[in-house]
Nanobody
Framework: QVQLVESGGGLVQAGGSLRLSCVAS????????MGWFRQAPGKEREFVAVTRWIGTSTYYADYADSVKGRFTISRDNAKNTVYLQMNSLKPEDTAVYFCASTSKSGISTYTAFNEDLYDYWGQGTQVTVSS
């Protein structure tokens, strides 16, 4: 059974940093896209970032415009773990952050934002940024 478990959320002041982790179990995820979405109170869940395998040992990252230059997604396949390094945090980054993955093909720069393409989801971890 596939499981994704997030950790690393918390309360931080604006301008601060946090690193989220997501550990996957139940299968090997080295060729699967692994990404992050977030949901702020009263808003729909939105895409944050994804790292996807594009061949050999090469991975490509896509980011939402709102986090480009501030957030970095990375993965450690030996640990079946994906990370989200979040710097220069803003109050508007406050949300529950979800890890996601999929066995489906079709994740690209043009489709990464589509949560319907993701099969597996974690329970979420709360990130709160105070002003």
């Amino acid at each position: 059974q596939v499981q994704l478990v997030e950790s690393g959320g918390g309360l931080v002041q604006a301008g601060g940093s946090l690193r989220l982790s997501c550990v996957a179990s139940g299968r090997t995820f080295s060729t699967y896209p692994m990404g992050w979405f977030r949901q702020a109170p009263g808003k729909e869940r939105e895409f944050v970032a994804v790292t996807r395998w594009i061949g050999t040992s090469t991975y490509y990252a896509d980011y939402a415009d709102s986090v480009k230059g501030r957030f970095t997604i990375s993965r450690d396949n030996a640990k079946n773990t994906v990370y989200l390094q979040m710097n220069s945090l803003k109050p508007e980054d406050t949300a529950v952050y979800f890890c996601a993955s999929t066995s489906k093909s079709g994740i690209s720069t043009y489709t990464a934002f589509n949560e319907d393409l993701y099969d597996y989801w974690g329970q979420g971890t709360q990130v709160t940024v105070s002003s």
